[in-house]
């Protein structure tokens, strides 16, 4: 591994994952001149890898033309997409060979990829929603940041379901702000993480606590 800093996200492409928030903040915080780069592995279902790549250019190229930050594309900051299918041993490497993993999702009933960034001593930002309320501890950075934010009414067009995200419910937005202000921060202490706070904090939701739990709720009924 390189001395990079890199940051990720794992997601399908879908209105609820809000990649693009997560490009824009990205934009708004580097330049070519920073030693960073943004990692998406994305899916989508019934699209090729081809596709895949050719809708995250696209959407890349439409969130820097609408910034107008810089008149040569070429300063602004390194993303590479990852857009073929992956075996779990591919999805650890990409763990392993990253540092802060950004998902700045409309909610989320865990996060399985913030919840493993933890696990390999990465820190999630994370929407303050959902699951990572559980396992991100707001008192410890190291653990990882949950992002503040405001609830809009629900207006996803691709929703995989049609009882659920409708305009009758409403989601969780995240701070932009606040997503730019914790990406800097963890690039600007990269040297200074303690890796094992994350990993410590993983810990307390291995199956045997989890089942002794459920255990002990099973009990209570």
Same mark, same amino acid.
């Not at 591994?1 to 708004?28: A, G, L, M, P, W």
């Given at each position: 591994?390189?001395?990079? @800093?890199?940051?990720?996200?794992?997601?399908?492409?879908?209105?609820?994952? !809000?990649?693009?928030?997560?490009?824009?903040?990205?934009?708004?915080?580097?330049?070519? &001149? $920073?030693?960073?780069?943004?990692?998406?592995?994305?899916?989508?279902?019934?699209?090729?890898?081809?596709?895949?790549?050719?809708?995250?250019?696209?959407?890349? &190229?439409?969130?820097?033309?609408?910034?107008?930050?810089?008149?040569?594309?070429?300063?602004?900051?390194?993303?590479?997409?990852?857009?073929?299918?992956?075996?779990?041993?591919?999805?650890?490497?990409?763990?392993?060979?990253?540092?802060?993993?950004?998902?700045?999702?409309?909610?989320?009933?865990?996060?399985?990829?913030? @919840?493993?960034?933890?696990?390999?001593?990465?820190?999630?930002?994370?929407?303050?929603?959902?699951?990572?309320?559980?396992?991100?501890?707001?008192?410890?950075?190291?653990?990882?940041?949950?992002?503040?934010?405001?609830?809009?009414?629900?207006?996803?067009?691709?929703?995989?379901?049609?009882?659920?995200?409708?305009?009758?419910?409403?989601? @969780?937005?995240?701070?932009?702000?606040?997503?730019?202000?914790?990406?800097?921060?963890?690039?600007?202490?990269? $040297?200074?993480?303690?890796?094992?706070?994350?990993?410590?904090?993983?810990?307390?939701? $291995?199956?045997?606590?989890?089942? !002794?739990?459920?255990?002990?709720?099973?009990?209570?009924?």
């Amino acid at each position: 591994k390189d001395n990079t @800093f890199r940051f990720y996200n794992i997601s399908d492409i879908n209105q609820r994952k !809000n990649i693009e928030s997560i490009i824009r903040c990205y934009f708004h915080c580097f330049d070519i &001149n $920073d030693n960073v780069e943004l990692l998406l592995k994305v899916k989508k279902y019934g699209l090729s890898k081809e596709q895949l790549a050719s809708g995250m250019s696209n959407i890349i &190229n439409e969130i820097k033309n609408q910034m107008r930050m810089h008149q040569d594309n070429r300063k602004y900051p390194e993303i590479i997409t990852v857009t073929e299918h992956l075996p779990t041993e591919g999805i650890l490497d990409i763990h392993s060979s990253c540092d802060c993993y950004v998902g700045t999702s409309r909610g989320e009933g865990w996060s399985i990829p913030s @919840f493993e960034a933890m696990a390999f001593g990465n820190t999630p930002i994370c929407s303050k929603e959902g699951g990572p309320l559980e396992f991100i501890d707001p008192n410890n950075k190291n653990t990882g940041t949950l992002v503040n934010g405001v609830y809009d009414i629900c207006n996803q067009q691709d929703g995989a379901f049609s009882h659920i995200f409708t305009g009758r419910e409403l989601w @969780f937005h995240a701070s932009e702000k606040e997503i730019c202000d914790s990406m800097k921060y963890y690039y600007e202490n990269r $040297d200074s993480r303690n890796k094992t706070d994350g990993i410590k904090q993983c810990e307390k939701f $291995d199956y045997k606590v989890v089942g !002794n739990l459920i255990k002990d709720g099973l009990c209570q009924k």
